[in-house]
Every structure is written in C-alpha cells, then in structure tokens.
C-alpha cells in the first residue's frame, strides 16, 4: 500500500490493569483523530479464566461522548448519574460527559466467575464547542434498535451503530455529523465504500480483507484517502467497524480522559478531580488517582 494516499495504523498495546491488553489506535503518529472520533482502542480478544474479570475503577470525563461497543463478552457500567446498565454485544451505551462525569466498567457475574470471551472496541467522540460543558446524559439502546441491512452487493451485512450512513439513521443521540457502522462480509463478499463522509477509517476485528491488492488484518486500522471510493473484499468470514465524520471545530487537546479545546481546561478538570469535586458514583468506593 506504498503507493496509495490511505494511512495504515498498527496501534500500540497499553495494558488496563492485572494483565488485560488493549491495542490503541487513535491517537497515533501518523492520525490524531478520524472524523470527530479522537480517541480509539480495540479490545481483545481475549480469554478471561474463571474468576477473573475486568475492573475499570471510577474515572473521570469531559467533553467527550464516550462508547463500548461489545463483540463478546459484558461490561457492567456505573456512573454518576445512578445508571446501572450491562452492555452486551450489539448493544450500545453511549455517555455524553459534556461538563463532567464519572463512570466504571467492571465484568458483572455470573461471567466473572465462570470465565468468559471479551472482544469490542471502545471510542471517544470529541463534542462540538458549543456543547464541550453539556449536562452529562447516558442513552441505551438495545441490538434490536439500531439499524440492519444487506448490501450493497452479495455477502455484506451492515449494523449502524451511531450517526448517519448510507440512507440509514441510528437512534443514538449524536452531536456532530459522524457514522459508525458494524460490517460484516462473506468469504469473496466485495463492496465499493464510497466517500460519502469528509473523513473515513476501516478497524479490522475478524479475518482479513483486500484494499487495493493490499490485505488488511486483525487489529489493523486504516484511514482511507478522502473523496475516494474504495473497493474491499474479503479473503475469509470478515469484519470491521467502518467509522468517521466531519472534523471538529478546531484542535483539541486530550490529557488522561479528558479532552477540551484548550490545554487549561484540561488542567482544571484534573485538579477537580484531584480534590474530588467531581460526582461520585452510587455504590463505588473505588477511584483512579489522576497520574502524577
């Protein structure tokens, strides 16, 4: 892919706490940010032995919609704004932090003890100036509610997750122009993606694909060259999550969770959260310390 204007993106392993590996792809060196998405990490798969699970302690956010999107396996989210919702595969929960909110993300029973496959990605939306400082909200929205269709052509099967693509609309409530969309491809299935968003990326997260006489595999994110349409076709059962959108209204800074347009409102928010003026969440006594 020497010669093509499409960026690819390896990611980097960061590790979540007792061993459990997350590969980051936004941001990176060669791509900040993808649409309004500024924030991206792929999780998994991994196997978790009877008895183990994942434990995301209370953490804090801003201006930011923040999502988990399940391909196996469970989270049970908890937030400051007493929501207690598991998100399953297919499923989305989408928390708008806007001027502040804190949340967990542990492994729930009866999977914790019995053992369990964990596989999604999870992203951060950067929200638009006018509504960085936004109420916090949290919306659920089941499997059965968002968007599903065939095509275009034999073998490919679509899930709109977020935004708007491809004459569908998802009922999560966005604040920018962006899509996200859950594909599916048979064995030899092809399509033409076409330009239809200013900014677009493809994450592999199962079997591999043919970009242009390229293969692209598992883990592996490319951003495509824009007002371009790009054909795929898959070399085996394939998936990826296909995503992107209008750019932001202008740089922002990301510093541990938070992100915002300028760098002192970062600092602010980490000083808050150092002198717990941020809500608490019902039920945890458990926090990550803002790093030193």
Known sequence: MSDSAHILIAGTLHDLGDGFMVRRMLPSARQRTVGPFVFFDHIGPVDLAPGRGVDVRPHPHIGLS???????????????LGVVQAIRPGAVNWMTAGRGVVHSERTPEPERSAGHRMHGVQFWVGLPQKDAEIEPSFTHHAFVELPQWS??????????????????????????????????????????????????????????????????????????????????????????????????DGRRHLGWNFVAATRERIEQ???????????????????IPLPE
């Open 66 to 80: 923040t999502m988990t999107y399940l391909f196996d396996g469970v989270f049970m989210h908890r937030d400051s």
């Open 269 to 287: 928010a980490g000083a808050d959260w150092k002198a717990g003026r941020f809500p608490q969440v019902p039920g945890e006594t458990e926090f």
């Open 151 to 248: 095509g275009p052509g034999a073998g490919v099967q679509c899930r709109l997750v977020a935004g708007e693509a491809f004459g569908h609309i998802s009922p999560v409530p966005v604040h920018s122009p962006l899509f996200c969309v859950d594909v599916n491809l048979d064995a030899g299935a092809e399509w033409l993606v076409p330009p239809e968003h200013a900014e677009r990326a493809m994450q592999m997260v199962g079997g591999e694909i043919e970009v242009e006489e390229a293969v692209l595999s598992m883990h592996q994110m490319l951003v495509l060259e824009r007002d371009v349409p790009v054909r795929i076709r898959a070399r085996g059962p394939a998936r990826l999550i296909l995503f992107g959108g209008e750019p932001l």
